[in-house]
């Protein structure tokens, strides 16, 4: 069983920064690889970002690929996800996720993963 926590979250202007933090209980926390999502009102959760349980493979959904960086630190236990050059369509609840790793090649979809944090809303004004 894996318990995620999300902090970080915040209102920010059009190209600002912020820094997500997913804290996850657990004793095993190396063997789940970990994925962003988010939702904006109306719209379907939607990936961002994934990095494998060693951290060695990260991959991102093409509307934030330069702009966020995923990483963890499996000592902490705790996933990152860094937000630079914020954009309006930014605008969501964000998500961590985990899933065992022999799962994790399907790591873009939503459905696959067992654990979720009970997200953390980030709002980027014009």
């Known amino acids: 069983q894996v318990q995620l926590v999300e902090s970080g979250g915040g209102s920010v202007q059009a190209g600002g920064s912020l820094r997500l933090s997913c804290a996850a209980s657990?004793?095993?926390?190396?063997?789940?690889?970990m994925g962003w999502f988010r939702q904006a009102p109306g719209k379907e959760r939607e990936f961002v970002a994934y990095v494998s349980g060693s951290g060695g493979s990260t991959d991102y959904a093409d509307s934030v690929k330069g702009r966020f960086t995923i990483s963890r630190d499996n000592a902490k236990n705790t996933v990152y996800l860094q937000m630079n050059s914020l954009k309006p369509e930014d605008t969501a609840v964000y998500y961590c996720?985990?899933?065992?790793?022999?799962?994790?090649?399907?790591?873009?979809?939503?459905?696959?993963?067992?654990?979720w944090g009970q997200g953390t809303q980030v709002t980027v004004s014009s």
């Open positions: 996720a985990a899933k065992g790793a022999v799962f994790c090649s399907t790591y873009a979809s939503f459905r696959g993963y067992n654990y």
């Open positions: 657990g004793r095993t926390f190396s063997s789940y690889c």
